[in-house]
């Protein structure tokens, strides 16, 4: 099993629509999770962390957590073609000094 | 306050050599962490140091090596490359140990002949 799985894509999204991204985690311990996005050619760029249960907003992007179904979630609401990148779901493991990665998801935002 | 810096961005390397790659955390920072990005693997965790001590190590071969210097800056090195090793290295940068946000800078797109 792994560490940190998402949603398989590409997503392809409407300008102005939701897009949600989803990702699941194996380390029940786990305490701390982020969303990274990434632009072909980039480096990965810190967009959201989220440490307790519920909702947490910020703009246009709001992240949601499930501890006990071990799940956390990405919104991106009124979707625009600059959100066109892959986003990477990271969680870090209980007692473990690194992030553990999902294998992202590609996100497009149609004109 | 300056990002993640890493040096050099691109390298051409052949078979056998070796490479060291250098990164600069964001000041105040003293949580070091590099990953390896290829296609096929995604992000992989190579290694973190803290306070110039390895505090976690990834499941790579003992040709990846890193350390840390008192002023945080890190450096990793890669002996008798391999074509395989053809990636984009990240280093990123944390504060706390608590929360753990880590950011990245712009990496080193490493290319072996």
Sequence with gaps: QK???????PLSVPEGAIASLNCTY????????????QYSGKSPELIMFIYSNGDKEDGRFTAQLNKASQ????LI???QPSDSATYLCAVKPANDYKLSFGAGTTVTVRA | KAGVTQTPRY?????????????????????????????????????????????????FPGRFSGRQF???????NVSTLELGDSALYLCASSLQDSTYEQYF??????TVT
């Design chain 2, 105 to 110: 800078g712009p990496g080193t797109r490493l």
């Design chain 1, 77 to 79: 609401r009124d979707s």
């Design chain 1, 3 to 9: 560490e940190v799985e998402q949603n398989s894509g």
């Design chain 2, 70 to 76: 008192s002023n945080s800056r890190s450096e990793m």
């Design chain 1, 26 to 37: 194996s380390d029940r311990g786990s305490q701390s999770f982020f969303w990274y996005r």
């Design chain 1, 71 to 74: 799940y956390v979630s990405l």
């Design chain 2, 11 to 59: 390298l051409i390397k052949t078979r056998g050599q070796q490479v060291t790659l250098s990164c600069s955390p964001i000041s105040g920072h003293r949580s070091v962490s590099w990953y390896q990005q290829t296609p096929g693997q995604g992000l992989q965790f190579l290694f973190e140091y803290f306070s110039e001590t390895q505090r976690n190590k990834g499941n």
